[in-house]
């Protein structure tokens, strides 16, 4: 069960400002949560493989497919620096 000197602690850890009534509404409403986690512990999960999602969820994507450019020329001139056949871009690392 959770007390309001937990709320309190919480808050404080959490830097909140909290009012009276604020204090006293979340102290019931933590309370009902961790009872609640509390039934749901019960549960017997030894075979539920574990999950992310409670449905399945699939990205659609195209193939990455490695394809050349064909104009290459065209595609480095319009950088604004280049060095060969590569972009030439600001050093990042020492």
């Known amino acids: 069960m959770i007390d309001l000197e937990t709320v309190k602690k919480v808050a404080n850890l959490a830097r909140l400002e909290l009012t009276a009534d ?12 961790l009872n609640y986690v509390e ?20 990205n659609v994507t195209r193939k990455d497919i490695l394809q050349p450019y064909e104009d290459k020329e065209a595609l480095l001139n319009q950088a604004p620096a280049q060095e060969g056949d590569f972009f030439r871009v600001p050093q990042i690392m020492g």
């Open 39 to 58: 039934q749901l512990s019960e549960l017997n999960t030894d075979d539920v493989e574990p999950t992310t999602r409670a449905i399945d969820v699939s």
């Open 22 to 33: 604020e204090e006293t509404k979340f102290t019931t409403q933590l309370g009902d949560i």
